[in-house]
Every structure is written in C-alpha cells, then in structure tokens.
C-alpha cells in the first residue's frame, strides 16, 4: 500500500508540474508591461504576451511555448487577432492558459459604477463615452445575469398583430404601449416568426399603429419569416417601459443609463457590466498561411456587443439574417472565430453573455476542435463550423457567393475534420431567438460528440443548410452520443436535431433526445420534434437514437422521406409535452 501511496503522489505531483509547467511567459492584471514577462516579473496585457510569442518565434519555434495567465479579469475593448506569425508549427504549439487553480475572464465589458438614486426605486448613471457618441450598447449584466431593456407587456406578455400594410412596416397591435410617440429613441418592435424572429425600429407611433423604420421580416418566404397578422410581438428600449425589478433603458443623446432597483436594493453594491468590444478573440490565417497549433486552455470568455444592423434583424434561420430572398444573407457576428485554421483548440473554458454567436470555424479551418467547454447565455448560435453570408470573418466571399444556401466558391475553403466534443451548450438564443446550440453547414467529416445542448428557444442542433438534394460540400458528419433537451421552447418548426439537405456519409448515432416542447407563443400549424428532417434530407445512417416525450411526432419529414435515409435500432416513443418548462 506504502508503495502504491509513494506511485500515486508522484503521479498527482507530475500532473501538477505539467498544469503548471514553467512558461516562457506570464500575464498577470498587477504586472507591467514594461516587465520580462516572468513569474516573477509578468506582463500586464494579452497583447504584450502575444508581442512576445511573435518575437519568440521570428526564427522559427524549436520548442512548444506556453503564455500562463494568472487570475483575473482582462477587460479588452476590441479583440486580440492572432495571425500565422503568433501562433506555432506542424511540430511546436503556442498555449495561452490559467495558472492552475485559478481563474481568468477574458471580457469585451466594462463595468458601471457611481450609481445615483432617483425616485420610485430607479437609479442613474451618467456615461460620457455614451454622450460623446463612442459608446452604445443593448445588453447589461448584473452580478452574471442579463437584464431586459424596458419593454412593454412586461415579460412574459405578448400583444398580437391585428394588421400589416403591404410593405411590412405600417403594424396595428392589438394593445397600445400607453407611451408617448415612440420615435427618436431607438425603440424597437420586436416579432416572433415562425422559426425566427425580427427587430426593427420605430420610426413613428400612435396608439396601436406603429410606423417602422424597416420592413418587419425576412421578405419572400410567404408568412413564415415576416409580419403578419396574429404575430407574437412586444415593444422594447424606452424610458416609460422601465417599471419592473431589472429593467433598464439608455439614453444615447444623453448619455443617461437607468435602472430599475427592487425594494430596498442598492445598485452600488453589485457588479454591472455593459459590453463595449463586438468581438474577444479572431485567429485569422490565410489560404497560403494557416494558423497553425494555436490552444486556449482553462479561460473564461464573456461580455460581446451587438448591434442591430441598420436595414433591421430579419432573421431567416440560425443566426442567418437578411433583408429580402433576392439580397444576400448576412451571418451574426462571432465573439470567438477561427478562419483559415489547423489543429487550433479551445478546451476547458466557459464562454457566457455574448451579444451574437460564441464561437466559429470558417472558410479554410481543419483539424480543430472544441472541447469540454461550457456555453451559457449566449445571444445567439452556441458553436458554428461553417456559414454562408456576409459575418464578421467572411469578407473572402464575393458578392454571388453570399446567398443564403450558396456553397463554398473554392473547394480548399471548405471546413473539414472539425470536432465539438464533450461540451454543455445551454441558453441560446438569448437576444435573437431563431439560434440554435450547434450549427454545421457546408462542411466535410465535422465530428458533433457527447454534448448536452438544452434549453433552447429553437432547435438544439442544426446540420446543413441547402433546401434541396443537390450535391454540395457537406458530407460526413458525425453527430454521436449527444443528450439534447428542453428545445423550442419560445418558436416552432424545428426539434432537438434539424437536418436540411443531401449529406453523404453522415451518421446520427447513439443520441438521445427528448423534450421537444411546443411553446404558447409558437406560430404556424408545424409540430416539434426529436428529429426533424427538412427538405433534400437524404443520405444518413440514423442508428440506435432514442427519442421521447416530444410535442409532435418523435420523427418529422418534409419534402423527404424514410426511404432516402437507413434506420436501425432506434427507439422512438412518443410522449406528448405542451409546457414550455
């Protein structure tokens, strides 16, 4: 036993020198830029350290080298762009991680201090960045929670669409919002769509008719992705809405941001953070020169600005939004995205309160994986492997190629071999809510294993995006041993897994799903449920799944059928769940 104690210690203090291995550098919030970068003498900024890192490597690395970061928020207000010339080799890798035991946030916020008190419980804060026009933001967290912009009805109220005008922008609602003329105050109409939603602004109000900037919707698509009557909808961003615990609007010619306290709550003594950076980390290579052997380990990500675009958020599907079918299809932007990538990770960390998507593999990227990660609270997509649209790390694709189901225009931009494994992805969607936990398009052999995605307002996972059987780049996906629940739980016509289009040599294995809910504010006649195969779906092996407690059918087709997929082993029960618990 003596002797199996003595391996064992030896073991555990192995694995901690490995954790905490001496780095070549060190970063520390009291350390100085104008320090070594030792332990004992650590820099102060990301930025320093990736300085450094470069010019490790002007030469060429001969060893792995490793950035320990040590406890503490690093606040950025624009994100750190990794390039080939900061990352490592075929051979050598470049790890920025946490000193062991202890924790370190990576954050696009800033904080909100010196709050004063005003009547009827609401506070005040003056922000001369917001008043000098170099500041605006739409989200606002509390002590890690998000906080809703003044709305009326109050959460969860909805009011109803009584009619729409022939260009989607003249709307009678079934109840006034009780304000004065809503125009001049970035006020918005928010609607809940089909499997998506829209936002645009007001340009003018009267009692139950409101005027709007842009056309309500995604145009072109029947009913299903712009105004009609019926739509769920609710009215945000206005002082006079700002009447519950939590609630908040800003003033942008002010520069004024209120909030509305509870009884006896303090402001003062909690934690309020508003983003200012619309991106934390982009690793950017080229079709020539990829980054290469770039690691994350063991860092939190948090706090991402969005702002809506001017033309309005029309959304189409999954994080895809766009004015009109015959416009080109813009994609929501990335806190973390990889483009033109090989054998680059992110493992271990927790990404949460992000203003767009999280996280996002692109044209070129291989070989790269997500793993053991936690998203949370998250505006839109979870994890993305490939898009098509105008995004934040897309502007390699012209003009043509940027309609909604186009596919990669150069065969090497394809993303292939990508791996989302053993991940907990849950609270999507949390600003436009047509998201989804997981999204692969347009890609080859991408690996979707042992995640749990829950608690989705649309679908859990989403794979391919061509409505149709022609032949495109995606194929091979393994979508594996996942649990995926509590989905749709706000929109409709979706479930726990979402496939669209001819994918050969995919695999849908070893999967449970349950808990595809049916929402009271779901529009359209369309059940959810575990699996929904939409139009083209074709070319699966669709194996020992288990599918329950679902609001429609277990399984759904849609201009397929069975005969263009291959079953065995499943178990498909069918339970009927109406609550949106």
Request: hydrophobic share 35%; charged share 20%; aromatic share 10%.
């Amino acid at each position: 036993m003596r002797s199996f104690n003595n391996v064992l210690c030896v073991v555990m203090a192995l694995s901690l020198l490995t954790l905490n291995a001496a780095a070549d550098f060190y970063v520390a919030t009291d350390g100085s830029d104008q320090n070594p970068g030792t332990e004992a003498a650590p820099f102060a900024t990301l930025t320093r350290a990736q300085q450094a890192v470069r010019e490790a490597g002007t030469h060429g690395l001969d060893r792995d080298l490793n950035v320990l970061l040590r406890s503490g928020t690093y606040r950025l207000d624009s994100p750190l762009r990794f390039e080939p010339e900061d990352a490592g080799t075929a051979e050598h890798r470049v790890t920025y991680k946490a000193f062991s035991g202890e924790s370190v946030e990576i954050s696009g916020g800033k904080l909100i201090t010196d709050w004063k008190a005003e009547t009827n419980n609401q506070w005040t804060v003056t922000l001369p960045e917001v008043t000098d026009g170099n500041w605006c933001f739409r989200q606002l967290f509390v002590d890690g929670h998000r906080l809703q912009r003044g709305r009326f009805p109050n959460a969860p109220g909805i009011l109803r669409v009584k009619t729409v005008s022939e260009d989607y922008r003249n709307i009678i609602l079934s109840k006034s919002p009780g304000a004065d003329n809503l125009s001049g105050i970035n006020a918005e109409l928010v609607m809940y769509q089909n499997w998506s939603i829209s936002r645009a602004g007001i340009a003018s109000s009267d009692g139950t008719r409101i005027i709007l900037e842009t056309p309500m919707g995604w145009v072109g698509h029947g009913s299903a992705t712009s105004a009609s009557v019926d739509k769920p909808t609710y009215v945000e961003n206005a002082l006079s809405f700002v009447d519950t615990p939590g609630e908040w609007y800003l003033d942008e010619s002010s520069g004024t941001l209120t909030y509305q306290a509870a009884d006896g709550e303090d402001p003062n003594t909690r934690c309020f953070v508003a983003p200012a950076a619309n991106a934390l980390i982009q690793i950017a290579g080229t079709q020539d020169k990829p980054v290469r052997n770039l690691h994350f380990d063991r860092i939190n990500f948090a706090h991402t600005r969005w702002e809506r675009p001017t033309f309005g958020y029309s959304g189409i599907q999954a994080g895809h939004y766009g004015t009109n079918m015959s416009e080109p299809t813009h994609v929501l932007p990335l806190a973390i995205s990889f483009l033109y990538t090989e054998a680059c990770s992110i493992k271990n960390a927790h990404i949460e309160h992000t203003g767009a998507c999280a996280i996002g593999f692109g044209a070129g990227t291989q070989d790269n994986t997500v793993e053991s990660c936690s998203l949370v609270d998250i505006g839109a997509n979870g994890i993305m492997v490939g898009w098509r649209g105008i995004g934040e790390m897309s502007d390699n694709v012209s003009d043509e190629d940027r309609f909604l189901s186009a596919d990669w225009p150069q065969p090497q931009d394809v993303p292939e071999s990508n791996t989302i494994t053993g991940n907990l992805i849950q609270r999507c969607g949390a600003i436009n809510h047509g998201c989804v936990g997981i999204f692969d398009a347009f890609s080859r052999g991408t690996a979707i294993t042992h995640n749990v995605v829950r608690d989705m307002p649309y679908s859990g996972i989403s794979v391919g995006f061509r409505w149709n059987e022609s032949r495109t780049s995606q194929q091979d996906t393994l979508i594996a041993f996942n649990h995926v629940y509590n989905t749709m739980k706000v929109l409709a016509d979706g479930g726990c897994l979402y496939t669209l289009g001819f994918q050969p040599g995919t695999i849908i294995r070893g999967n449970i799903f349950h808990d595809a809910h049916r929402s009271v504010f779901a529009h359209g006649g369309a059940p959810n449920n575990g699996i929904f195969f939409d139009q083209g779906s074709k070319g699966y092996l669709v194996e020992d799944n288990t599918i329950y407690n679902t609001s429609g059918n277990p399984i759904r087709f849609n201009q397929t059928n069975a005969d263009n997929l291959t079953f065995k082993n499943n178990h498909f029960g069918i339970g009927v769940d109406t609550t949106t618990q």
